[in-house]
């Protein structure tokens, strides 16, 4: 498991991220020579100062990674590999150097998903994400105060209950206990 947070090397330096992709790769290729045939790789999309090419750079770094492994494949090793992509969105934190940018719109967040799903040609990438809704959740209460707990009691009590699985979420019962409590997310 992998942590590259951006698909270039420009949003990794914005974002202070001290990898770069020779040293993942570099990395994959020792891990590939050992024997292992499946990288698990984490990104964040919606990063402040992100393009598209940003976005684009994630399929492309996975990419890379599997052309890594054929390069570094043992002699005689007949399994293929895996690259698991995993996209986080960005969720404005307090107390961090970003916590006062703003998160892309649901609509946004869900472009870049479907800009990267269309670049990602390969069957050996499994690409996964966060939901952009509870993504906006997130970072609702992250930047929030104590008014929040409201919300959260009346989403509860309504029914909001293991909303860490998918099954269960309900976003519209969160934005009806938000109008219910008047606080505008």
């Avoid at 040293?23 to 984490?42: D, H, I, M, P, Q």
């Avoid at 499994?126 to 209460?141: G, Q, R, Y």
Wanted: hydrophobic share 40%; with cysteine.
């Amino acid at each position: 498991t992998f942590a590259p947070e951006a698909g270039t090397q420009r949003l990794r330096d914005i974002i202070n991220k001290n990898v770069t992709e020779e040293e993942l790769l570099r990395t994959c290729g020792l891990a590939f020579s050992a024997g292992y045939t499946s990288v698990k790789l984490y990104f964040m999309i919606g990063l402040p100062g992100e393009t598209d090419e940003d976005v684009l750079g994630i399929a492309d770094l996975a990419t890379k990674v599997i052309d890594c492994f054929y390069k570094n494949k043992p002699e005689g090793r007949t399994k293929s590999v895996n690259v698991s992509v995993s996209v986080s969105s960005f969720v404005p934190k307090p107390f961090t150097p970003f916590q006062w940018k703003a998160q892309d719109t649901m609509e946004e967040l869900s472009r870049k998903q479907q800009l990267l799903r269309a670049a990602i040609k390969s069957k050996k990438i499994s690409l996964h994400w966060h939901d952009k809704e509870v993504s906006f959740l997130e970072a609702v209460f992250a930047r929030g105060d104590r008014r929040l707990s409201k919300v959260i009691l009346k989403a509860f009590t309504e029914g909001a209950k293991f909303d860490n699985w998918e099954n269960f979420f309900n976003f519209e019962l969160w934005m009806k206990a938000f109008k219910d409590c008047e606080i505008d997310p």
